[in-house]
T-cell receptor
Framework: DTAVSQTPKYLVTQMGNDKSIKCEQNLGHDTMYWYKQDSKKFLKIMFSYNNKELIINETVPNRFSPKSPDKAHLNLHINSLELGDSAVYFC??????????????FGPGTRLTVL | AQSVTQLDSQVPVFEEAPVELRCNYSSSVSVYLFWYVQYPNQGLQLLLKYLSGSTLVKGINGFEAEFNKSQTSFHLRKPSVHISDTAEYFCAVREGGSEKLVFGKGTKLTVNP
């Protein structure tokens, strides 16, 4: 069973479109995250949710909106896609929010290409 | 705010040679330290972590890392690498009481036959 899964794995779209990436975890974790990995492999956190509540919201354009229907799902919706949004987006989850043992488990990533 | 520096962007080695991937961090408070590995076209997998206690931490696939508080370092080592260790390696730090995991820019390890 896949612990953290993301769909789709690849997403190719035109500038200006709106798209969503879905993430699900079956680990029973309370906290979920979205990261962006750019073309130089640099990983940076975008958002974090704990029990459906937004707790980390880094400096990310308003076009990006996370949505958490329940604690096992954290979806990422992107409006008006731009060329610079092309990247690999990783979802992750962890058991304890700020506790010492909250190893983050990552999904396989979604490679977004904006043309 | 914490930051992580991985001093080498690329490390080429021959099979069965030892390797050390360097990681330094800056933080004014206690930290938790992690090494993740990313194989080509895959997600990140935890190799090992330092939370407290012994400064020498052993992880999966024969890797180990040593936490050095005075030098603010957490270097990753393996005594004998395999071709299958070819991957990108990320060092990450989380400050105590913070929710954020901050990553270094990664080190690409290439093991040649």
């Amino acid at each position: 069973d896949t612990a953290v899964s993301q769909t789709p794995k690849y997403l190719v779209t035109q500038m200006g479109n709106d798209k969503s990436i879905k993430c699900e975890q079956n680990l029973g974790h309370d906290t979920m995250y979205w990261y962006k990995q750019d073309s130089k492999k640099f990983l940076k956190i975008m958002f974090s949710y704990n029990n459906k509540e937004l707790i980390i919201n880094e400096t990310v354009p308003n076009r990006f909106s996370p949505k958490s229907p329940d604690k096992a799902h954290l979806n990422l919706h992107i409006n008006s896609l731009e060329l610079g949004d092309s990247a690999v987006y990783f979802c992750a989850s962890s058991q304890v929010l700020a506790g010492a043992s909250d190893t983050q488990y990552f999904g396989p990533g979604t490679r977004l290409t904006v043309l | 705010a914490q930051s992580v520096t991985q001093l080498d962007s690329q490390v080429p080695v021959f099979e069965e040679a030892p390797v050390e991937l360097r990681c330094n961090y800056s933080s004014s408070v206690s930290v938790y330290l992690f090494w993740y590995v990313q194989y080509p076209n895959q997600g990140l997998q935890l190799l090992l972590k330092y939370l407290s206690g012994s400064t020498l931490v052993k992880g999966i696939n024969g890797f180990e890392a040593e936490f050095n508080k005075s030098q603010t370092s957490f270097h990753l080592r393996k005594p004998s690498v395999h071709i299958s260790d070819t991957a990108e390696y990320f060092c990450a730090v989380r400050e105590g009481g913070s929710e954020k995991l901050v990553f270094g820019k990664g080190t690409k390890l290439t093991v040649n036959p």
